[in-house]
T-cell receptor
Framework: KNEVEQSPQNLTAQEGEFITINCSYS?????LHWLQQHPGGGIVSLFM???GKKKHGRLIATINIQEKHSSLHITASHPRDSAVYIC??????????FGTGTSLTVIP | AAGVIQSPRHLIKEKRETATLKCYPI?????VYWYQQGPGQDPQFLIS???????DKGSIPDRFSAQQFSDYHSELNMSSLELGDSALYFC???????????FGSGTQLSVL
């Protein structure tokens, strides 16, 4: 069983839709990261969370430490949001565990 | 703003050769992480350094070694390359241990 589970694995949405990607983890963590990987490979760190909620533009990330669960929301989705979204957790030993990623396609 | 610089961007090697990948973190970042992402696979954590000392070790093969130098840049040395080493190798840095990661654009290694 993976330490980090994401759902869904694949997601297709119409432009403008509200999108939610979920992440559950089974290990003790010091922080949870949401990463975005575009075709061609480049990875961008979107958020690092240890509690609560963070917002950046149309992106919102939440984490519930007790339930070991995080969600990434995209409001008013746009085709340029099409990418793979990866949830990763880090522990106090700085070991990272990656989820399998969610491939998002936003159709105009 | 300066980002994480990786070199080279692309590298082609033959089996049993050696390769050295370089990573230059963002200025004043003292922590460097290396990841390997095979075709169609999830990124795998290899190794990390904090203040020039190895801080954690992941799934790095014994044929690979890495170090962080006094100017905080890091090098990943890969010997006896195998076909399965073909992958995208990412480096990331953070301002200090446990803070937000900033990723480089990766080095695409092809072993023929």
């Amino acid at each position: 069983k993976n330490e980090v589970e994401q759902s869904p694995q694949n997601l297709t949405a119409q432009e403008g839709e509200f999108i939610t990607i979920n992440c559950s983890y089974s290990v003790g963590i010091s922080a949870l990261h949401w990463l975005q990987q575009h075709p061609g490979g480049g990875i961008v760190s979107l958020f690092m969370l240890s509690s609560g909620k963070k917002k950046h533009g149309r992106l919102i990330a939440t984490i519930n430490i007790q339930e070991k669960h995080s969600s990434l929301h995209i409001t008013a989705s746009h085709p340029r949001d099409s990418a793979v979204y990866i949830c990763a957790v880090s522990n106090t030993g700085n070991q990272f565990y990656f989820g399998t990623g969610t491939s998002l396609t936003v159709i105009p | 703003a300066a980002g994480v610089i990786q070199s080279p961007r692309h590298l082609i090697k033959e089996k049993r050769e050696t390769a050295t990948l370089k990573c230059y973190p963002i200025p004043r970042h003292d922590t460097v992480y290396w990841y390997q992402q095979g075709p169609g696979q999830d990124p795998q954590f290899l190794i990390s350094f904090y203040e020039k000392m190895q801080s954690d070790k992941g799934s790095i093969p014994d044929r690979f070694s890495a170090q962080q130098f006094s100017d905080y840049h890091s090098e990943l040395n890969m010997s006896s390359l195998e076909l399965g080493d073909s992958a995208l190798y990412f480096c990331a840095s953070s301002v200090q241990y446990g803070e937000k990661l900033f990723f480089g654009s990766g080095t695409q290694l092809s072993v023929l």
